[in-house]
Nanobody
Framework: QVQLVESGGGLVQAGGSLRLACAAS????????MGWFRQAPGKEREFVAA????????DYAASVKGRFTISRDNAKNTVYLHMNSLKPEHTAVYYC??????????????????WGQGTQVTVSS
């Protein structure tokens, strides 16, 4: 059983930055492609970013490309989401997820088997 625990969320002013972290345990982290998703109030969960096993390839939603960066440290079993130039519309609960079967990048939540509990990001104007 893979367990994922997010941290790093909080309240930040527009234009600020945050770094989210997701620590994995209970499995072989370097064998999982990882993703970040978010869910704003009243909206469906949406894809934010994904990264392959070694971190060699990444994918981003158009709305965050150039602003957010996903990275991973397999020695620390941790995936990160660096968020810069934040806007109020980035306010959401952010979730990390592990893709157990398949190593390619995916934007579909159904492709991810394990999920963290989420961390709240609130951007004030």
């Amino acid at each position: 059983q893979v367990q994922l625990v997010e941290s790093g969320g909080g309240l930040v002013q527009a234009g600020g930055s945050l770094r989210l972290a997701c620590a994995a345990s209970g499995g072989t982290f370097s064998s999982y492609a990882m993703g970040w998703f978010r869910q704003a109030p009243g909206k469906e969960r949406e894809f934010v970013a994904a990264i392959t096993l070694s971190g060699g390839s990444t994918d981003y939603a158009a709305s965050v490309k150039g602003r957010f960066t996903i990275s991973r440290d397999n020695a620390k079993n941790t995936v990160y989401l660096h968020m810069n130039s934040l806007k109020p519309e980035h306010t959401a609960v952010y979730y990390c997820a592990a893709r157990i079967y398949g190593s390619s990048l995916s934007r579909a939540p159904s492709m991810y088997a394990y999920w963290g509990q989420g961390t709240q990001v609130t951007v004030s104007s």
